[in-house]
């Protein structure tokens, strides 16, 4: 069992950068994955980035490099990822998963653990 917590969210101007936290505990191992997504009300989970718990591997989706930034605290067994220059299109809730099994994999379903969801807002 893998228990997951996401926080940071809030309300955001456009252009500024934010940073969320996944407080992560239970079964992960040096190898485990854990993704990040987002979801705006009506539309599909989208895919953003994942880490290996390990912190040695990290993956975005394409359209996600450059202004999304996935890391590891080891000390603080906490996933972040970090949104810059953040644009209203930003504004989703925003969810952190575990238990993929591989470093690239971005669909949702493959993920068995979730965290309940942090609520990101960015107005221009």
């Known amino acids: 069992q893998v228990r997951l917590k996401e926080s940071g969210g809030g309300l955001a101007q456009a252009g500024e950068t934010l940073r969320l936290s996944c407080a992560a505990s239970g079964r992960l191992f040096s190898s485990s994955i854990v993704g990040w997504f987002r979801q705006v009300s009506g539309k599909e989970r989208e895919y953003l980035a994942a880490i290996r718990w390990s912190g040695d591997g990290m993956y975005y989706a394409d359209s996600k490099k450059g202004r999304f930034t996935v890391s590891r605290d080891n000390a603080k067994d906490t996933v972040y990822l970090q949104i810059e220059d953040l644009r209203p299109d930003d504004t989703a809730v925003y969810y952190c998963?575990?238990?993929?099994?591989?470093?690239?994999?971005?669909?949702?379903?493959?993920?068995?653990?979730w965290g309940q969801g942090t609520h990101v807002t960015v107005s221009s």
């Open positions: 998963a575990a238990g993929a099994s591989r470093l690239t994999t971005a669909v949702a379903r493959s993920y068995p653990y």
